[in-house]
Structures are given as C-alpha cells and as structure tokens.
C-alpha cells in the first residue's frame, strides 16, 4: 500500500532544502502538486534541488529558488517577499534549517558556537513565523518545525543543539495555542538520526559518523536509521488535510531511539 498526497494549489515554503531533509520534503512536496521554494546558501545546490523538483512535479511547475541565510533577518525577509510576489500565497511553511555544534561547556568558544546554533535552530525559527502569520492566517495555513529527539533526551557534549531542540519544541506548542484561533496548525517532526551531510558542522569525520551510524542502526528497533524520506513523509503527514485535527503535536520519527533509550555519544 502506497501514501500519496495532494497538495495541488498550494504553496510550500521549506527552508534549509537545498540538501538533505529539506530537500527531500520539497521533492515530496512537489510530486505531490504543490509550489515550492527552495532556499540554502549555496546557489549551485539551490539550482540543482529546483531542477529536480519541477522534473518531478505533474504539472512541470517551476520550483522557486531563492539563495539566503537563515541568521539573516534582511534574507529571511527577502525570501518570505519573494514568495509572496511570486506565488501571491503561502500555504506550508516548513522550519527545516539546522545546524549541529559539538562542544563541551568547557571549550573556549562555546559561547559563539552556542549563538550560532540558536541563531540558525531557534531564531531564524520565530522571525520567520512572526513575519508568516499574516500570509498563514488567510490560507489557514500550517507550521512545522524540524526539531530532533535530542531536544527530548540529553546527550553529551552536544548542550546547545539540545537546548535549541528543546526550545524549539516548547516554541511549536506555543505556537499552535497562540495561533489556532487563526486556524493555523502548528506540530514538530523529532527525528532520530537520519542519513544527511549534517556532518559538516559538527567536529567528526565523515568515516567517525559511519562508524557512529552503524553502531546506531544495531541499536534501533527498526534495524536502521533514517532517510530524509523518513522524514518528509512525516512533514507531509502534518501538512495535509488528513492531520487537521493535528496542533502541538510532537511528532517524533525516531526508529524507536527513545523507546530502545539508545544515546548517542
């Protein structure tokens, strides 16, 4: 039995999909009808996300692509413009951007390491819901936020990312109580690990990561970790009609990480 959705006329906003989770919930997305923007930092791989995105679509729409930075304010101001102008509504948004930071409280450059990942996990999170509302509020739109299921378990050396994950969670109730009497949904997706180049802020090798993931995958009851798809088909879950009864839900797309109570240092 397949799932298939439909998001025919809508328009979905996925920040951080340039690679990895985001990319594969704006592929989804669009083979499910839907106008999407793409939006990372680096062009190249914007493009190449877009390309594929309106190869997969059924109506050969185009993918809108839109090079920004996340800590940005004017960038993230930029990008929610650009949606509008072109698209003229927004739907979906989708609070993918993220970034690992591995660093003991005792190393001399937490403190920056710290306002980095809140800046990129946390804050691009709340302004750019703060500045969506408006647009939200007239399709009854929906919220979800990409957190992790260490904003629910603690995991050594790994502090700030955690706490953003927390907070990120607590902000997505919030939110949904907040926001509901505008009917807008608001839920998290709380992955376990998944396959993605998260890698490349965090202070391992990519060969210590695959060590790390296959000692993971022993551990997890379903016998792997997870595949961005994993991921974006629990986004697309929260983004339909079939989860309208769904709000400040903590959606947690684990492998059965916290049932095993596997951790991961």
């Known amino acids: 039995m397949s799932t298939t959705y439909d998001f025919t006329g809508r328009v979905a906003l996925i920040t ?8 594969a919930t704006a592929l989804l997305l669009a083979k499910s009808g839907a106008n999407v923007v793409i939006t990372g930092r680096i062009a190249e791989n914007v493009d190449k996300i877009c390309k594929e ?10 993918a809108l692509p839109v090079v920004a930075d996340v800590t940005k304010e004017e960038d993230l101001d930029r990008l929610l413009d650009t949606t509008i102008k072109t698209f003229g509504k927004l739907d979906i948004l989708v609070n993918n951007a993220g970034m690992g930071s591995r660093a003991p409280i005792t190393d001399a450059d937490y403190i920056p390491k710290l306002k980095a990942v809140f800046d ?23 919220i979800i936020n990409i957190s992790s299921i260490v904003g629910i378990q603690s995991s050594k050396d790994v502090s700030a990312y955690c706490m ?29 690990s998944v396959r993605t180049n998260i890698i490349r802020n965090v202070a391992l090798s990519a060969e210590q990561f695959k060590v790390i993931r296959e000692n993971i995958s022993g551990k997890y009851p379903v016998g792997r970790v997870g595949e961005g798809q ?28 916290l049932a095993a109570n596997v951790n991961l240092h």
């Open 120 to 142: 990129t996990n946390l804050n691009s999170v709340i302004y750019l819901t703060h500045k969506s509302i408006q647009y939200l509020e007239k399709t009854k739109g929906n």
């Open 16 to 23: 951080g999909s340039s690679s990895g989770i985001g990319a």
């Open 164 to 192: 953003s994950k927390a907070a990120l969670d607590m902000f997505t109730k919030c939110m949904a109580v907040e926001l509901g009497p505008k009917r807008i949904r608001v839920n998290s997706v709380n992955p376990g």
């Open 230 to 257: 994993d991921i974006a088909n629990a986004v697309a879950y929260l983004a339909g009609d079939h989860a309208s009864f769904l709000t400040g839900t903590i959606l947690v797309a684990d492998g059965g990480h």
């Open 53 to 62: 995105c309106t190869e997969v679509s059924p109506k050969g729409l185009k």
